[in-house]
């Protein structure tokens, strides 16, 4: 197994000339090549070295960005480990996450400058650099730089932290090895042989792990180049434009190409060869509708905490039901089965993370083993195809003893139709919930105070975190 600097310094042996990273300007996409990305990820990551930051975690704050994959790489191959975090997040969730996690610098975007002016301040510890501003001063800075780049060799070095929630108070830090995130690609190449012929649209946010590894990492194996699609009302026109063979979607941006399609879209999703969506359940009829419609979509199920892909479709599968064929490099079973094979679904391999960092471990959901609880119940059948049948009944047990089932109150906030995705959690002993929603925060408090007046004190909801709904993908 290489190593991510490894992998870039082929890539500039194999392909300099050849364009590697598309952004759109001006509503016209302009590329840059392997020689220009890498040799900017190795200046940049000069710079950050001079500066003092080598083994110290980075943080992204940011949308979407030619400069956020540089980060991305720069931090990982050569300097430390990188922390991208939910642009959505507020400056609650980040101070949150300072708690939890020590960073030494935030590299934020223009946008999200609102954000982190109330904790320059409180943070003077943290290195703050506005994306759009520092970075060609940094590129400048590296270039004038006389140093000799040592690449980032002990495969078992965390250098990717991944939160899948900000918004309690207990954040679920998920620090991700070298070794972690690359331990699938022989698997996931067998079963969807990408290559440098390949082109890829990004309309996902790079945070997420299903993005950040499947289609950005994996490029600097495959050589496959990238369009950064940074505008979802132009998904429709971005497909049609780029003629993309790879992409990733989640359910929702699925569910919007068949609200928008016409012959000519179809025509194009025809034309992908691997139409990866997964991040939530997808619709089984939707599913097979377009499958039956030519479209090659395979359902792909994961967690952060297996670094994104546990399962997927196998090309051609007749069985559409599933949720797809597990990994053959991972050990995964069904814990305490009911009579109908259906129990907790349990994840061991070299893709597992080795555990949250600083939680308690009540909170955890590894074992002694190293194998992921993933509280998701399903089903195997005789071939390792997986069949999803839901979440594992959660329990609160609260200060004075009591049980609350959080399923029941996570129905009762889905309940308002508005509320596109809710989570129940504990928050030192009572209720909290967090919601994805397209109402303001004043109307999701007077949901809730509405709700808690039909529940006794003690199941009663405490504090409330609202998201607004931008991709539609699961809370976890």
Same mark, same amino acid.
């Given at each position: 197994?290489?190593?991510?600097?490894?992998? =870039?310094?082929?890539?500039?042996? @194999? *392909?300099?000339?050849? /364009?590697?990273?598309?952004? @759109?300007?001006?509503?016209?996409?302009? +590329?840059?090549?392997?020689?220009?990305?890498?040799?900017?990820?190795?200046?940049?990551? @000069?710079?950050?070295?001079?500066?003092? !930051?080598?083994?110290?975690?980075?943080?992204?704050?940011? &949308?979407?960005?030619?400069?956020?994959?540089?980060?991305?790489?720069?931090?990982?191959?050569?300097?430390?480990?990188?922390?991208?975090? $939910? @642009?959505?997040?507020?400056?609650?969730?980040?101070?949150?996450?300072?708690?939890?996690?020590?960073?030494?610098?935030?590299?934020?975007?223009?946008?999200?400058?609102?954000?982190?002016?109330?904790?320059?301040?409180?943070? /003077?510890?943290?290195? *703050?650099?506005?994306?759009?501003?520092?970075?060609?001063?940094?590129?400048?800075?590296?270039?004038?730089? &006389?140093?000799?780049?040592?690449?980032?060799?002990?495969?078992?070095?965390?250098?990717?932290?991944?939160?899948?929630?900000?918004?309690?108070?207990?954040?679920?830090?998920? /620090?991700?090895?070298?070794?972690?995130?690359?331990?699938?690609?022989?698997?996931?190449?067998?079963?969807?042989?990408? #290559?440098?012929?390949?082109?890829?649209?990004?309309?996902?946010?790079?945070?997420?792990?299903?993005?950040?590894?499947?289609?950005?990492?994996?490029?600097?194996?495959?050589?496959?180049?990238?369009?950064?699609? #940074?505008?979802?009302?132009?998904?429709?026109?971005? =497909?049609?434009?780029?003629?993309?063979?790879?992409?990733?979607?989640?359910?929702?941006?699925?569910?919007?190409?068949?609200?928008?399609?016409?012959?000519?879209?179809?025509?194009?999703?025809?034309?992908?060869?691997?139409?990866?969506?997964?991040?939530?359940?997808?619709? +089984?009829?939707?599913?097979?509708?377009?499958?039956?419609?030519?479209?090659?979509?395979?359902?792909?199920?994961?967690?952060?905490?297996?670094?994104?892909?546990?399962?997927?479709?196998?090309?051609?599968?007749?069985?559409?039901?599933?949720?797809?064929?597990? !990994?053959?490099? =991972?050990?995964? *079973?069904?814990?305490?089965?009911?009579?109908?094979?259906?129990? &907790?679904?349990?994840?061991?391999?070299?893709?597992?993370?080795?555990?949250?960092?600083?939680?308690?471990?009540?909170?955890? $959901?590894?074992?002694?083993?190293?194998?992921?609880?993933?509280?998701?119940?399903?089903?195997? $059948?005789?071939?390792?195809?997986?069949?999803?049948?839901?979440?594992?009944?959660?329990?609160?047990?609260?200060?004075?003893?009591?049980?609350?089932?959080?399923?029941?109150?996570?129905? =009762?906030?889905?309940?308002?139709?508005?509320?596109?995705?809710?989570?129940?959690?504990?928050?030192?002993?009572?209720?909290?919930?967090?919601?994805? #929603?397209?109402?303001?925060?004043?109307?999701?408090?007077?949901?809730?105070?509405?709700?808690?007046?039909?529940?006794?004190? !003690?199941?009663?909801?405490?504090?409330?975190?609202?998201? +607004? $709904?931008?991709?539609?993908?699961?809370?976890?």
């Amino acid at each position: 197994m290489k190593t991510i600097y490894e992998y =870039l310094e082929e890539d500039l042996s @194999k *392909w300099p000339s050849r /364009p590697y990273i598309f952004t @759109k300007k001006d509503g016209v996409y302009h +590329p840059r090549t392997f020689q220009e990305v890498i040799s900017d990820v190795q200046n940049l990551s @000069k710079a950050l070295l001079a500066r003092g !930051f080598q083994g110290a975690n980075l943080m992204i704050y940011s &949308e979407n960005s030619y400069e956020w994959i540089v980060l991305y790489f720069a931090v990982m191959s050569y300097v430390g480990t990188c922390v991208p975090v $939910d @642009k959505e997040w507020t400056s609650h969730d980040l101070e949150n996450t300072f708690r939890t996690l020590p960073v030494r610098a935030v590299f934020y975007s223009h946008a999200r400058s609102g954000q982190t002016r109330p904790l320059r301040d409180a943070h /003077p510890e943290i290195s *703050w650099f506005c994306i759009e501003d520092a970075f060609p001063r940094l590129i400048r800075e590296g270039k004038a730089l &006389e140093m000799t780049l040592t690449g980032e060799n002990d495969l078992q070095k965390t250098v990717l932290i991944l939160f899948t929630s900000g918004t309690t108070n207990f954040p679920k830090a998920i /620090p991700l090895t070298q070794e972690n995130l690359f331990a699938n690609w022989d698997t996931l190449y067998r079963r969807t042989p990408m #290559t440098e012929t390949d082109v890829s649209c990004v309309f996902l946010p790079l945070h997420h792990v299903y993005t950040g590894v499947a289609n950005v990492l994996y490029t600097v194996i495959s050589g496959m180049q990238l369009y950064l699609c #940074t505008d979802l009302s132009r998904m429709a026109q971005d =497909l049609l434009e780029v003629r993309p063979t790879v992409v990733c979607l989640v359910p929702l941006l699925l569910y919007r190409l068949r609200e928008a399609m016409t012959d000519e879209l179809l025509h194009v999703l025809r034309e992908i060869r691997f139409l990866y969506c997964g991040g939530s359940f997808t619709d +089984p009829a939707v599913k097979e509708s377009l499958i039956r419609q030519g479209v090659p979509l395979l359902e792909a199920y994961g967690t952060t905490e297996t670094s994104s892909v546990i399962a997927l479709a196998v090309p051609g599968d007749s069985d559409l039901l599933s949720n797809g064929v597990v !990994f053959e490099n =991972l050990e995964v *079973w069904i814990e305490n089965p009911d009579e109908n094979g259906i129990g &907790e679904i349990v994840v061991k391999g070299k893709s597992v993370s080795r555990g949250y960092l600083n939680r308690n471990d009540r909170y955890s $959901d590894f074992d002694a083993q190293g194998a992921y609880h993933t509280g998701d119940l399903g089903r195997l $059948d005789e071939r390792r195809r997986l069949y999803l049948k839901g979440r594992k009944k959660r329990m609160i047990l609260t200060a004075n003893g009591k049980n609350i089932y959080v399923d029941e109150l996570e129905t =009762l906030l889905l309940l308002e139709p508005r509320i596109h995705a809710a989570k129940v959690f504990e928050e030192e002993h009572h209720p909290a919930a967090s919601v994805i #929603t397209d109402l303001s925060e004043s109307d999701v408090k007077l949901l809730i105070d509405q709700i808690n007046r039909k529940l006794p004190h !003690f199941k009663q909801i405490r504090n409330v975190y609202v998201k +607004p $709904d931008t991709l539609g993908g699961r809370i976890k």
